[in-house]
């Protein structure tokens, strides 16, 4: 049952009311919504509903029809985010795991770890008790393989995901296991169910061979009641009549889970297959249907694994299959990150405590957030500043360690803005981003298109959407800062004449309606956006460069530059030229070459350039956002 509060409930009414429910023996969750606050009370309902009517602070009852409660997007409007160490499940970027079906030995599996490591998977399986169908195959190496995967930890840094099959293996998981998942053998082990309930550790729990999605919800609601909040749903193929494969993946879990639940859904695509050639395509579809990640089995050796060997993909396979993600990913809003865990380290231990991690221009749901989000993670501290030249100005001063800006877009090209900013100030670029930009219409609910009379949103955004705007030339287009405040402008005004242009996220975010999703002239709509701090970037891998200079007006003063790039075989992927302030048709170049120009090798590429232009600067080496390096 939810109770929605009086919007001018006090703070000493609302925890007396809290009180007074738990009193009665309900579990009791606080929603703070955008405009209102909800109560979510949870139990077997004894008292009449006018009761609860009656309670001080309350305004409205509304009685939850699903057998489910907690689990229930009804009780939690917002996606749940499950941290497991550095890794966030449910947010921006896509959580991949991998590794063996059982941990056979310490070698192979620490191999195992190493080649999905370096590939990007971010957290590793491994089954030590297996749930097998006969007695007589392996069963797993018990505690000895909880240690290899603690090993695991150790040298990798990714966390461990691991199946308990009895409620005796308790201890060993609190010690040695960082997602402690139910098989789907097990879905429905009450015991085992209220058992990692109390665990408190993140649960991944697997949806049961024969198990209705409502049947898979009520075994996540046994471990919500017990206290544990952090389940991340595993679907992984339901026995059907067809044969041919193991079992049938059911896709449309995906989306229908993804509306009835904020716990986050990743998809198992070996299991579901049981085929290793099955198993690329069906995770790439699974990523397309808007999973929070996959988890998926790899081997060295499959054939002789001693579990699950058809069905394993060869490293090789993997690494394909990452690269394959990293590219859909975005279409869907969401990133593969490779340096996901090295970024953690490395920006953990770079950050002064007392300095703000990283400032965008913006707001939150405007792009620029989003860009942070999915470069930067769900836990870095992060400010918001109106302008970009502030983002330039936090970064110099030191009052933060990065900024992140746009720098092109792929429909209306350069944002000049910041390329004369990076000339003005003496920055790095320290990575990049590409971040695919939907843009949809959005009003207050029940808004006609008729009614429409002023559009806000940033200006580079009316000329992404220029073909749908020409077919509305009665609108009046007012700029603003970003998409996010424009979408708090039509909010504030409250009347059904406005409407704003910005991301679907942004309407959720303020509880807008989208009218018309996706009005940017070309789906291919992509933003790039650079990282930008104090000092280059040190550590590898690296494999883009950026330089500004400029050269004297003679013939083939540019050609020279050009020149030393073929010459040494670099490949430059954009040249950008700006006008220089104050001496007029004279023009300051921008150019990225794909290579590392930090490295030892390379720096005589620097000295040559520079021998040939007038003005020369490196603004730093950083890895391509949109290719893989191992
Ligand atoms: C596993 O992940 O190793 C496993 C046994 O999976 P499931 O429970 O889905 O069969
Ligand atoms: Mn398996």
Redesign the pocket.
């Given at each position: 049952m939810i109770l929605v509060l009086n919007k001018n409930v006090s703070v000493d009414q609302k925890e007396q009311l809290k009180k007074t429910l738990k009193n009665h023996g309900y579990i009791v969750k606080e929603i703070q919504g955008v405009d209102e606050t909800i109560i979510g009370v949870v139990g077997q309902i004894k008292e009449d509903m006018r009761y609860f009517e009656t309670l001080p602070g309350v305004s409205k009852v509304l009685p939850v029809s699903k057998p489910y409660k907690l689990v229930s997007r009804d009780l939690h409007p917002e996606p749940s985010k499950i941290r497991i160490g550095d890794v966030v499940i449910g947010g921006d970027r896509l959580v991949v795991i991998a590794g063996p079906?059982?941990v056979e030995n310490r070698a192979t599996t620490l191999e195992i770890a190493r080649r999905v490591k370096q590939s990007g998977a971010v957290l590793f399986?491994g089954?030590a008790f297996?749930?097998r169908t006969s007695p007589y195959s392996f069963q797993g190496l018990g505690e000895e393989g909880l240690k290899i995967l603690s090993e695991v930890r150790e040298e990798t840094g990714m966390g461990i995901v691991t199946?308990i099959t009895s409620p005796a293996q308790a201890d060993l998981m609190m010690k040695y296991v960082d997602v402690v998942?139910v098989?789907?053998?097990?879905m429905q082990n009450f015991e085992l169910l209220r058992c990692v309930g109390r665990l408190g550790k993140p649960v991944l729990l697997?949806?049961g061979?024969a198990a209705t999605i409502e049947e898979w919800l009520m075994a996540a609601e046994y471990i919500l009641s017990e206290g544990n909040d952090k389940v991340i749903l595993?679907e992984?193929?339901i026995r059907t009549f067809e044969r041919y494969t193991r079992n049938t993946l059911d896709l449309t879990a995906v989306p229908v889970i993804k509306k009835l639940t904020h716990l986050p859904v990743i998809v198992?695509p070996?299991?579901a297959t049981g085929i290793r050639d099955k198993v690329l395509p069906m995770a790439r579809a699974a990523v397309a249907a808007g999973a929070d990640g996959i988890?998926v089995?790899v081997h060295t050796e499959p054939e002789r694994a001693l579990?699950?060997g058809p069905q394993s993909l060869y490293p090789e396979q993997f690494e394909q299959l990452m690269r394959d993600l990293h590219v859909i990913a975005p279409v869907v809003g969401k990133q593969v990150d490779f340096d996901y865990l090295p970024k953690a380290k490395y920006f953990a231990a770079s950050t002064p405590s007392d300095a703000t991690l990283v400032v965008y221009a913006g707001v939150p749901g405007s792009f620029s957030y989003k860009a942070a989000l999915q470069y930067f993670g769900e836990s870095a501290p992060m400010e918001n500043v109106a302008t970009f030249r502030q983002v330039f100005e936090s970064v110099a001063t030191g009052k933060a360690r990065w900024g992140i800006i746009p720098l092109e877009n792929s429909l209306t090209g350069s944002i000049h803005t910041n390329y004369d900013l990076l000339m003005e100030y003496n920055l790095f670029i320290a990575g990049e981003l590409t971040l695919r930009v939907v843009h949809s219409l959005i009003g207050y609910e029940g808004t006609n298109i008729e009614d429409i009379k002023i559009v806000y949103s940033h200006p580079q955004v009316f000329e992404q959407c220029a073909e749908f705007l020409s077919q509305h030339p009665e609108w009046d287009l007012v700029a603003c800062k970003d998409t996010a405040t424009a979408v708090t402008r039509v909010q504030e005004r409250g009347d059904r004449s406005r409407a704003a242009i910005a991301s679907a996220e942004a309407a959720r975010l303020f509880g807008m309606t989208t009218i018309k999703e996706g009005i940017e002239t070309h789906p291919q709509n992509f933003t790039r956006f650079v990282v930008i701090t104090k000092e280059p970037l040190q550590n590898g891998p690296k494999d883009k460069s950026s330089i500004i200079f400029s050269v004297s007006d003679r013939p083939g003063a540019l050609y020279e530059v050009l020149k030393v790039l073929a010459e040494n075989q670099i490949n430059m992927v954009k040249l950008e030229s700006r006008p220089i302030h104050g001496k007029p048709w004279e023009y300051m170049f921008y150019a990225d070459l794909e290579v590392d120009l930090d490295r030892e090798d390379m720096k005589h590429i620097m000295k040559e350039i520079s021998e040939r232009t007038e003005f020369f600067r490196y603004i730093g080496s950083y890895r391509q956002g949109s290719r893989v390096v191992s």
């Open positions: 079906c059982s399986r089954g297996k749930p199946e998942q098989g789907a053998r097990n697997k949806r061979l595993c992984r193929g198992d070996s299991h988890m089995e579990s699950d």
